[in-house]
Structure formats: C-alpha cells, structure tokens
C-alpha cells in the first residue's frame, strides 16, 4: 500500500500515525507540505517528505471574506502541480489522509481517482451555539455571521473531496452538515500515555533556578497562544485571589503570547500585557512564570508537578493538552463547555466550573493548592480516561489501520 498523507505544515497531527504505519510490512509512506511551513521537519525514518513551492496570499483587492478561500485554491493547485511530477513517475497512492482546511486535498480526488481520501475534519463553523458569541466580551457583528458562511465554503469543498473523515470528538462531529454525518467518524489522533504519565519524585526548574516538586504548591495553565478563545482573560481574573489566599503558590503559565484563533489584542504586545495591565497593584507577578513554549519533556514535567491544572476552552477545538494533563495524572479544573464535556464528568475525572465564573474557579483551585496530593482516586480516574479511549497504540492506532484497509 502506498500511502499519501497531506497537511501544509506537515507531520502536524499525522505525526504518530505517519510514523505508526511507516513501520508496517508492505506500506510505504510519504508526507507532503508547505515548503515554508515543514522548513524545520525533523526527519520520520521510512516516511519521504515531499515540499511543494510556498503559496502566495491572495491579492489586496480580493474581497476580504473570500482572501482565504482563494488561498485555499491556490495551494490545492500548487499541491497537484508537484504530484503531477511524481506522477509522471508513477506514483500512484492507494490511500491520501488529509487535514483538507487549507485546500491541500481539493483536486486529489479528481487527480488520483484510484485513491481513497480521507479527512481530518476539526471543526465546522456555526454562527450560534458553538464559538462565535459565546462570549460578550467580544460580541459578534452582523458581518461576522456572514463571513462565517464564506468561511465554510472551504469546509464544504473539503467534504466533497474526500470519501470519508474523522472527527476529534463527538461534538465536533455534530457540528457538521446532516448530508455529510454519514460519512464521518469519530477518531481522535490519540496520546502517548506511556509517555505522558504521571512520575513520581518529578521535579521541574524555574528559569531563576528555583525547583519545583510534586509537595510543591503549583497551579498550571497550558494553551498553544495565550488568548481569550482558550480562557486566558479568565484564568488571568482569578488569580489576584488565589494567591492571596495561597501565599506559596506557584503558576506555571504555558503558551505563546500571540493569537491564534481569536481576535488580536487591542495594542501591540499580546493578550498577557492586556491582562497585566488590567491586574495591575493585585497579582504578584514574581509568582506567576511565563514559559512560552517549552521543549516537549519540559512540557510534561511541569504536567507531573502540578497540584491542579486549568483547562479553559470556548465551545470549540478541544485541545490535545487537556488530554494530556489528565493522561500525567493531573487534578483537572476544566470550563463546562463542549466538548470537553464529551470526556470530563463533573466529580469523577476532573471539576468543571461556568466558563465566566472566575469566583468558582478561583475556589477549585484554592481547594486543590492546599492539598497538593489530594484527590488520587480522581487523578487516576483522568488518566483511566484518557488510556481507555485516547491511547494511541491501543485505542486510536487499530481504528486508523481499520479505517485505511489494514485489517
């Protein structure tokens, strides 16, 4: 079997299952992207990395709602471009697995009419009930909601040009078109829990050299960007109580200071210097340590050190680090919002607190600091979870070898 997988910033959520089935007897595997994107791609052995040329934006004059789309467009043909050239020299994939959201799978269907294409499928936008105007602070304009059926114009094109697809969770399934649920499942990509798991004795160093362990007060908050879409405004309100209440608490703040799904901050700088500015005289901020984003074993120390760990979301994306926080054991406090509700029960595996409740979660985590090592039975009922159902080699790996025809 020949495989094609294809994500503009490519392994991106293929990485375990690229390097999974590179390792099959009789699969052969290739991984295709943006030059620009995979620059710094670290090698997969058995898997050949194919680079198509950088997409150019589209032009200024171009209507504002559709700039993406046609992007989309573009890259799609410059995908087909360069497997018109391996083409010519016979390659022939069996099966192309696909993130279709940036246009990268538009044509393949037509262009490789022997293979079966399938897509990873994350997220479907809705103008209420999900993201958008979930939250007053940043309310939603008329436009907006118009700009929302452009933007899945892309989406839909994507349904059409694959097969089949998965979906993440539950909910993100259902927030597709009806015509199109049929020929969805629900797949996660999976987690290491052999990897991401809880250590005792773990110890993680701050940058001034000060060492945290597992008796230590450490409250943690992990999110690719630092924005308003994974809750950081909430998080940020409530710690001027929890540590005054907590004097030897530590927080442990992961993420870039950008944004990445949401609105961008106001001013120059990013949301944290927002934040910053509006806790002003009430945070101390020498207890509060920003660590951007760290090397992925420090990643995980500061999840094995951790009292507590905050998890907020808007109804959208479910972020892979809320699985693994709980896969290292960690005492979850998560917003109560889809989906992760698809994965946490209130009481059993974690606390879900009203996402703009900035009271309650400021109280979950007071609870939790003063008892560093309370709660086990529900730190294992986490982990349990997320191995019963998110382990990669035992849970997620058969369905994606079912899925492509290996067994």
Same mark, same amino acid.
């Given at each position: 079997?020949?495989? !094609? ?16 089935l ?34 150019? #934006?589209?032009?200024?004059?171009t ?8 992007q ?11 497997? #018109? ?7 022939? &994939? ?18 490789f009419?022997? #293979?079966?294409?399938?897509? !990873? ?11 958008v ?5 940043f309310?939603?304009?008329?436009d ?24 993440p ?6 927030l ?14 999976g987690?290491?829990t $052999?990897?991401?798991a ?7 160093t !701050?940058p ?6 597992q ?6 908050? $992990?999110s690719?960007c ?6 950081? %405004?909430?998080?940020?309100r409530a ?5 005054r209440?907590?004097?030897? #608490? ?5 993420g870039?200071?950008?944004? %990445? ?12 210097q927002?934040?910053?500015a ?10 509060? %340590? ?5 090397p992925?074993?420090q990643?995980l ?5 951790s ?5 907020l ?10 699985l693994e926080?709980m896969?290292?054991?960690c ?7 889809? &989906?992760?509700?698809?994965?946490v ?9 009203d ?5 309650r ?15 086990a039975?529900?730190?294992e ?15 997620? !790996? ?5 899925l492509?025809?290996l067994?």
């Amino acid at each position: 079997m020949d495989l !094609l997988f294809l994500h503009p910033n490519f392994p991106g959520q293929f990485r375990r299952i690229a390097q999974a089935l590179a390792k099959e007897q009789g699969v052969r595997v290739w991984g295709m992207g943006d030059e620009s994107w995979i620059g710094k791609t670290q090698g997969m052995p058995g898997v050949e990395v194919i680079r198509y040329p950088a997409v150019a #934006a589209a032009p200024e004059e171009t209507h504002t709602w559709v700039r993406s789309f046609e992007q989309s467009v573009r890259r799609g043909i410059a995908v087909i471009e360069r497997l #018109a050239e391996m083409k010519r020299g016979g390659f022939e &994939p069996d099966v192309i697995v696909t993130h279709p959201g940036w246009g990268d799978a538009y044509f393949v269907r037509d262009y490789f009419p022997g #293979a079966d294409v399938i897509g !990873l499928f994350e997220y479907y936008y809705r103008p209420r009930g999900a993201d958008v105007g979930f939250d007053p602070e940043f309310p939603t304009r008329v436009d907006d909601i118009f700009r929302l059926h452009v933007t899945n114009s892309a989406q839909l094109l994507a349904l059409e040009s694959c097969h089949r697809g998965v979906c993440p969770t539950p909910w993100q399934k259902g927030l597709y078109p009806a015509a199109y649920q049929s020929r969805l499942q629900v797949l996660h990509e999976g987690i290491d829990t $052999a990897r991401v798991a809880p250590l005792e004795g773990a110890r993680f160093t !701050l940058p001034d050299g000060r060492t945290l362990g597992q008796g230590d007060e450490v409250l943690t908050f $992990a999110s690719r960007c630092l924005e308003p879409y994974r809750g950081f %405004h909430q998080f940020m309100r409530a710690l001027p109580r929890i540590l005054r209440e907590r004097p030897q #608490a530590q927080v442990l703040v992961l993420g870039d200071n950008a944004a %990445h799904y949401g609105p961008q901050p106001p001013d120059a700088g990013g949301w944290k210097q927002v934040y910053q500015a509006q806790l002003r005289g009430q945070v101390d901020w020498r207890r509060v %340590h920003f660590l951007g984003a760290l090397p992925y074993d420090q990643y995980l120390r500061v999840l094995q050190v951790s009292s507590a760990h905050v998890y907020l979301t808007y109804p959208f994306i479910l972020s892979w680090s809320m699985l693994e926080a709980m896969s290292a054991g960690c005492r979850l406090i998560a917003s109560d919002t889809a &989906p992760v509700r698809d994965v946490v029960q209130d009481g059993e595996n974690g606390f879900l607190f009203d996402f703009f409740d900035t009271s309650r979660l400021a109280t979950l985590a007071i609870q939790a600091l003063s008892e560093p090592r309370a709660h086990a039975d529900m730190r294992e009922r986490a982990r349990q979870t997320v191995v019963d159902h998110y382990d990669f080699q035992q849970v997620c !790996l058969p369905q994606y070898r079912a899925l492509i025809g290996l067994t």
